[in-house]
C-alpha cells in the first residue's frame, strides 16, 4: 500500500454532510462495490461548499479528498475540465495532469492503473452534478 495515499485518504476536511445543499449526487462502483456521494454549496456557478461521503476504498477516498480540495471557489466550467483530464489519464494520455491540477499527480500515477475505476468515481459523481 502507497503511504502517500493512506496520507491523503486521511485528510477527511471535506467528508461531510452539508446540511442545505443545493446539488446532490451519488454512485456506485460496479465492480468493486465502492459508493460515494458527493453534497455541494454552488452559487452563480461557483462551488461554495463540497461535501462527500461514501463506503470505499482508501484509492476512492484519497481520490475524493483531492478532489474536494480542488473544487472549493471554483467555477462548474473549470470542475468539468479536470473531470475530462482525468478521464484521458486513464484513457492512455500518461502526460502529467496540467500543472494548475499537480496535486492529482499524487494518485494519478501508472501504478495506480488497476485501481482506475476506484480513482474516477468521485470524477464521475461531480461530473453528474455538473452536467445536470
Known sequence: ?????????????????????THFSKLK??????????QLIIERDKIIDFG?????C????????LLSKLSINEKKN???????ETKSFFEGDFQNVKEK???????????????????????KTLEKIILN
Not at 462502483?29 to 458527493?38: F, H, K, R, T, Y
Not at 473549470?78 to 475530462?84: D, E, G
Not at 491540477?101 to 470524477?123: D, M
Request: aromatic residues 8%; proline residues 3%.
Open 1 to 21: 500500500m502507497d503511504l502517500e495515499i493512506l496520507k491523503i485518504a486521511s485528510e477527511t476536511h471535506n467528508c461531510k454532510q452539508i446540511k442545505h445543499f
Open 29 to 38: 462502483n460496479p465492480l468493486c462495490g465502492d459508493e460515494i456521494q458527493i
Open 52 to 56: 462527500y461521503q461514501g463506503k470505499s
Open 58 to 65: 482508501v484509492y476512492c477516498q484519497a481520490s475524493a479528498s
Open 78 to 84: 473549470q470542475i468539468l475540465k479536470i473531470c475530462n
Open 101 to 123: 491540477w499537480s496535486i492529482l499527480n499524487k494518485i494519478f500515477k501508472k501504478k495506480n492503473l488497476a485501481r482506475k475505476e476506484c480513482i474516477l468515481l468521485p470524477f
